[in-house]
């Protein structure tokens, strides 16, 4: 049944329209040496020193960037600030979600859930990433960040001591 005004639009949308096309989540794993609790505040607490502020940061590599109560926060040198995202489930040292959307305002975030479990002797590190549907360019938006995270989990697993060796296979990408 169409809708019930000749001049009404259908509520759910029609067969000739097209449908909104879902990207693959980006996941990243990487495992670093050290505890769950050891890795989960060098990923939280200690991202100052081992995020490319230089190349993935607001401000550039004279800013600061922390979890700050239920923000990511970036505070430039001249004390600006830039939200990256808001936190809204924290289980530490397990894991922890956040939306995502360093640079821009919150109206459009991805979410990003960062989960670290036991392994052998260190613990893994997965970076889940979805939600690239409200970019303005979906798909470039979920390909830069494909392309990133790699490099960026890269140099975490550096600053928490992995072995050089054991850092450049950090994808466990569904890049399709």
Do not use: C
């Not at 050290?34 to 230089?54: I, K």
């Not at 859930?113 to 260190?122: D, I, L, S």
């Amino acid at each position: 049944m169409n809708s019930l005004f000749s001049h009404g639009a259908e509520p759910f949308g029609s067969d000739d329209q097209p449908a909104l096309e879902l990207l693959e989540p980006v996941v990243n794993t990487i495992t670093v040496p050290g505890t769950v609790a050891h890795a989960f505040a060098g990923f939280t607490d200690h991202t100052h020193l081992w995020w490319p502020l230089e190349s993935f940061g607001v401000y550039g590599a004279g800013s600061y960037v922390e979890f700050e109560e239920n923000l990511i926060l970036e505070t430039a040198d001249d004390g600006r600030t830039s939200i990256w995202g808001t936190l809204d489930d924290w289980q530490p040292p397990l894991s922890f979600h956040a939306t995502w959307h360093p640079g821009s305002t919150a109206l459009w975030s991805t979410e990003l859930r960062v989960a670290f479990r036991a392994v052998g002797e260190g613990t893994e590190v997965r970076v889940f990433h979805e939600g690239w549907e409200g970019a303005e360019d979906p798909s470039a938006e979920r390909k830069r960040y494909a392309e990133a995270w790699p490099d960026i989990l890269a140099r975490y697993a550096r600053f928490m001591g992995a072995p050089e060796e054991g850092v450049s296979d950090t994808s466990g990408n569904q890049d399709g």
